[in-house]
């Protein structure tokens, strides 16, 4: 990133005074000043949900670009750079390109109060607008309803992944509430995938659909994920197909794929694409997300010996930490598992940590070098020990896979695993250069 992207940046930054204020009326003011660029895209594909977003969306853009489609991409947050929320044509946005739609939101908004993402989200409307396409791939930076992505008039299809405890002081403190504040995503007479879910959620998806007429696929409905062997069985009403297991490490990743294969076989059905068998194959099969369960092969992962294997997840809640521990016990061999962990303020570190106490790793704590407030290493430390896991803070994360390597039986295969933070994950991934 550039030294003028950076600078302007930062003063986006200070243009409200909270990090998160959710509403849509700053953002529609801004578009209108903009010339309502939300309003001039190709077909959406909106995406909501706790867990699996990003996975999702990664899926649907490999198979939308194998079988030929040009396909625009907005997530968040980034992992190393800003350029990566807004993908064009596959690749994070050009440095010039950026700029200049920063510096034109900038002069429009003046000094009017806007958060951070409002703005940015602003920007890649304004993006997408300017390079023609076939698809926009939408995901929600939290919630749904009031989320700055939602106010596009209607997106071709909604998805909404599996919903879990998490951002509980926006969403609301049970699954419920959160799911509700999700399903603003969801627009009348239109289309939805809905991912595995709750029973809590899947009442809130049903209502939802059946007030606004809305075309739903619910999973175990009629989408199903069967893992058969080496291979995972999907099925769409009268669809069935047998593929390799996804390239994204973790049994959840099939349920992600469903989700994205649903998306493409409604479309194919509906006339808005064609989709070859093999594009679903080699988009499964090819699909990167860094950060998610990737194991780690550059600088962090040769300063170890080579019987070490090095791990690197964003997981955050307690969703995620029961996919982390399913991960772990699946792996052939099995072997014991060391955890490098740290969290912002705003997450439940005991509802992350709890699956793990069946494995009972040996647990280093760390305060996350970040923008963003985390826990200190010695609080996260006295939580993990309640919870009666072996857990000791530590300074850095060299200073815990040094003292791993101290520690641990000569000789013998060990697994570690960074987690924790996709602030953490993003930093890690700076560290370790050959990270894809």
Request: hydrophobic share 40%; proline share 5%.
């Amino acid at each position: 990133m550039s030294k003028k992207t950076s600078l302007i940046l930062e003063r986006l930054q200070l243009l409200h005074p909270k990090h998160i204020d959710l509403s849509l009326n700053r953002i529609r003011r801004i578009l209108d000043t903009l010339g309502n660029p939300e309003k001039l895209l190709p077909p959406i594909i909106h995406v909501a949900g706790t867990n699996g977003k990003g996975s999702t969306i990664s899926y649907l853009r490999t198979i939308l670009q194998t079988e030929g489609y040009k396909v625009h991409t907005y997530i968040s947050p980034h992992l190393i750079s800003f350029h990566e929320r807004i993908n064009i044509y596959g690749n994070p946005i050009d440095d010039d390109f950026l700029i200049s739609l920063l510096e034109e939101c900038e002069k429009k908004n003046g000094q009017d109060p806007i958060t951070f993402f409002e703005i940015t989200t602003a920007a890649a409307f304004l993006a997408f607008s300017l390079k023609p396409a076939d698809f926009i791939l939408l995901e929600t930076g939290l919630g749904g309803r009031l989320d700055a992505t939602n106010v596009i008039d209607k997106p071709i299809v909604s998805i909404l992944t599996p919903i879990s405890f998490d951002h509980m002081q926006f969403l609301g403190n049970t699954i419920e509430k959160i799911a509700w504040e999700k399903s603003g995503i969801m627009k009348k007479n239109s289309f939805a995938v809905i991912g595995p879910q709750l029973p809590a959620a899947e009442n809130v998806f049903l209502q939802k659909s059946q007030d606004l007429n809305i075309q739903t696929a619910f999973y175990n409905k009629e989408w199903t994920i069967k893992s058969t062997g080496q291979k995972f069985s999907f099925t769409y009403l009268d669809k069935n197909l047998s593929l390799p297991f996804p390239s994204l490490q973790g049994s959840h990743q099939q349920y992600n794929a469903g989700m994205a294969l649903t998306c493409c076989y409604y479309l194919k059905n509906n006339h808005y694409i064609s989709l070859s068998d093999q594009s679903l194959i080699t988009g499964i099969t090819t699909t990167k997300w860094p950060g998610r369960l990737q194991k780690l092969e550059g600088t962090l992962a040769q300063k170890l010996p080579s019987h070490f294997e090095l791990w690197l997840d964003g997981g955050h809640n307690p969703a995620a930490g029961e996919v982390l521990v399913d991960w772990a016990k699946r792996q052939k061999p099995f072997i014991p598992l060391y955890l490098i962990m740290g969290m912002l303020t705003t997450k439940d570190v005991e509802g992350f940590l709890r699956p793990f106490v069946d494995l009972n790793p040996k647990i280093y704590a760390l305060k996350i070098d970040s923008d963003h407030e985390s826990f200190t290493a010695k609080t996260l430390t006295e939580k993990a020990l309640k919870l009666g896991l072996q857990c000791e803070p530590c300074s850095s994360v060299d200073d815990a896979l040094n003292t791993i390597q101290n520690t641990c039986p000569a000789l013998s295969k060990q697994r570690i695993l960074i987690c924790g933070s996709l602030y953490l994950a993003g930093l890690i991934l700076q560290k370790d250069q050959l990270a894809n």
